[in-house]
């Protein structure tokens, strides 16, 4: 069975984005892959943290994974920090990763070109830990949304490299991004990606957002006045984000429901998208508030660290012999 890897960084509530770009997608694969989904919390603190407040995020995070479909029988769940060898792979990665490589991260060029100060090394180097975290456990697959393609790209240069430098070491990984929703807009600035970080909370509906709210924020979500349901992103958008949604969703194609809408009244087009959520919001909250009140989640992380962990040791030894760092 081919091995799948992928991580969400909790620092702050999971949205709708994350489901449709990220988690739908992990639920989906779990039955065909052997799959690993780890909560990337050594990520988090990439950038200055309250620890109070992201340590909320956390039991929650795990706990949406769970109520999302997400089943610790059929995939590994874990924490990222119960297992240590992710750190001292991502060094060791790090001393393979050329400066230049981390120069051209968009992340990290955006947030320069944006006049950001006092970055950190952790901050800079973490498309490195990133590459450990997928290279860990020889991954054939990393399923993300578009903004981790260039990650897994440098994750796949870094195996490259490490293999013929040492001989045959890592799996060469591939991104899969799925084809609808793999970039979910703020509603409303849909130029912009919906986001954790965003300001504005009007743009983006969180997974345990209440329906009401959600429902009122597509209603409100920013349109244009062509009055017609159409997938045009350069020219509409707001209705194409929209469309998105609906789509993913109902896991049906961009063209499927643009048909569906043809001749509805952007204000109707909403309610229906505003129902759709609702449905899913209700299902995942459902589950999420049985699932909280429960030992699941930590009976899912100790069994995900101990499978995990069995895989990272064994990699790590032989990757520091591989080095000559080991006696
Ligand atoms: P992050 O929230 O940045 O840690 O992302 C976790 C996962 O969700 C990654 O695979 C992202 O690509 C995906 N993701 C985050 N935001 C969006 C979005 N607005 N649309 C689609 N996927 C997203
Ligand atoms: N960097 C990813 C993000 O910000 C999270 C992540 C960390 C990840 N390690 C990973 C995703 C490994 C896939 C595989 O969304």
Redesign the pocket.
């Known amino acids: 069975m081919k091995k799948m890897i992928?991580g969400?960084?909790p620092?702050g509530e999971?949205?709708i984005?994350?489901y449709?770009?990220?988690l739908r997608n992990f639920v989906k694969y779990q039955d065909d892959y052997d799959m690993y989904v780890f909560i990337?919390n050594l990520h988090t603190i990439t950038v200055p943290q309250d620890p109070i407040e992201i340590n909320k995020y956390l039991k929650d995070a795990i706990a949406l994974y769970l109520a999302c479909g997400l089943d610790k029988d059929r995939s590994t769940i874990f924490l990222q920090s119960d297992v240590l060898e992710h750190a001292n792979l991502g060094f060791i990665l790090a001393c393979h990763t050329y400066e230049g490589e981390l120069d051209r991260m968009t992340q990290y060029k955006d947030k320069k070109a944006k006049g950001a100060e006092g970055l950190s090394a952790g901050f800079y180097t973490y498309p490195s830990l990133m590459a450990a975290d997928i290279l860990m456990y020889d991954a054939d697959f990393v399923?993300?949304?578009?903004?981790?393609k260039q990650h897994v790209e440098l994750t796949r240069d870094l195996a490259q490299r490490m293999n013929n430098r040492y001989g045959d070491l890592f799996t060469v990984p591939e991104p899969l991004i799925s084809e609808v929703?793999?970039?979910?807009?703020d509603l409303q600035d849909p130029s912009r990606?919906?986001?954790?970080s965003d300001q504005s909370d009007k743009g983006c509906i969180y997974l345990l957002d209440s329906p009401k709210k959600a429902a009122k924020k597509i209603m409100s979500a920013q349109t244009d006045s062509l009055d017609q349901v159409k997938y045009d992103p350069e020219n509409q958008a707001g209705i194409s984000n929209l469309l998105t949604i609906y789509a993913a969703i109902k896991n049906i194609s961009l063209k499927e429901a643009e048909a569906l809408f043809t001749d509805y009244r952007y204000g109707d087009f909403k309610k229906a998208v505003a129902e759709v959520v609702v449905e899913l919001l209700e299902t995942i909250q459902g589950r999420y508030n049985e699932i909280i009140e429960t030992d699941i989640i930590a009976e899912t992380l100790n069994e995900g660290k101990i499978k995990a962990q069995k895989l990272a040791s064994a990699k790590l030894n032989k990757l520091n012999k591989t080095l000559g760092i080991q006696i």
Not at 143 to 148: A, N, R
Not at 181 to 185: D, E, F, L, N
């Open positions: 992928s969400i960084k620092t999971l949205h984005g994350n449709i770009g990220a990337a399923p993300v949304g578009d903004d981790q929703g793999a970039r979910i807009m990606k919906m986001s954790k």
